[in-house]
């Protein structure tokens, strides 16, 4: 029986929500790296483009698309029922209500620019990634997802830091954290490299499955068609 839905499948893609809805709600907070600023979002974010990186890898990346509005999906439930949990009125004896609206308050914001900036980074990512393994045959695994996740995530960047925190910051730290962001981000791509590998070739071997999204495969590119996952 050829099952449409896999353990290994589901896993990376539970993983890959949990993980962009933690980030987006860690973005709200700058933090200092040395001579450099980032999001604390900077913790887990990067796993999501590792994860998409295995998914095209392993799937093609009409899966891939799936996730990636999924993940879309799991963060708009998220955000919209942390908006709720403010709407409603605070018990006298909690004294917590202005924290949270600091933290909190500034989501709906966030989540635009999330949405702009995550589709579209991701999308980038996922399409560079299957486009190379098509060029390279396959080949130069290592190359293929540094080089996409530099593409997926300057393109995050440079759309997210401006929604997100135009006229918020001064222009000069958006611009810091929009190239601080892509570099450092790939950088860690770099470093979890070795794992990496290991996940895919662990995920083929158990899956027995390899795509290809050539033209025998008959890929769909277009970002919007989320109906289309075989």
């Known amino acids: 029986m050829n099952k449409k839905f896999t353990v290994p499948f589901l896993l990376l893609a539970v993983l890959f929500c949990i993980f962009l809805v933690v980030a987006n709600l860690l973005e709200v907070k700058v933090v200092k790296l040395g001579p450099?600023?980032?999001?604390?979002?900077?913790?887990?974010?990067?796993?999501?483009?590792?994860?998409?990186?295995?998914?095209?890898e392993v799937y093609g990346f009409q899966?891939?698309?799936?996730?990636?509005?999924?993940?879309?999906?799991?963060?708009?439930?998220?955000?919209?029922?942390?908006?709720?949990?403010?709407?409603?009125?605070?018990?006298?004896?909690?004294?917590?209500?202005?924290?949270?609206?600091?933290?909190?308050?500034?989501?709906?914001?966030i989540l635009l620019a999330s949405f702009v900036a995550f589709v579209c980074g991701s999308?980038?990512?996922?399409?560079?990634?299957?486009?190379?393994?098509?060029?390279?045959?396959g080949r130069h695994f290592s190359a293929r997802a540094i080089l996409s996740t530099l593409f997926g995530e300057s393109v995050d960047s440079v759309i997210f830091f401006p929604i997100a925190f135009g006229g918020v910051l001064p222009w000069t730290t958006v611009l810091t954290l929009i190239w601080s962001q892509a570099v450092i981000k790939t950088a860690y791509e770099v470093v979890v490299l070795p794992v990496t590998l290991k996940v895919v070739a662990y995920i083929k071997r158990r899956e027995q499955i390899d795509t290809y999204d050539d033209a025998a495969s008959g890929v769909d590119y277009r970002w919007w068609r989320v109906d289309k996952i075989d």
């Open 123 to 137: 999308m980038v990512n996922a399409y560079v990634m299957s486009r190379m393994k098509v060029m390279s045959r």
């Open 36 to 56: 450099l600023s980032a999001t604390a979002g900077l913790v887990v974010f990067p796993l999501s483009y590792i994860i998409n990186d295995c998914i095209v």
């Open 63 to 109: 899966r891939a698309r799936f996730v990636i509005w999924l993940g879309f999906l799991m963060n708009l439930v998220v955000v919209l029922l942390v908006q709720l949990a403010l709407i409603l009125p605070p018990d006298p004896v909690w004294t917590g209500q202005q924290a949270m609206e600091a933290v909190y308050g500034s989501t709906p914001r």
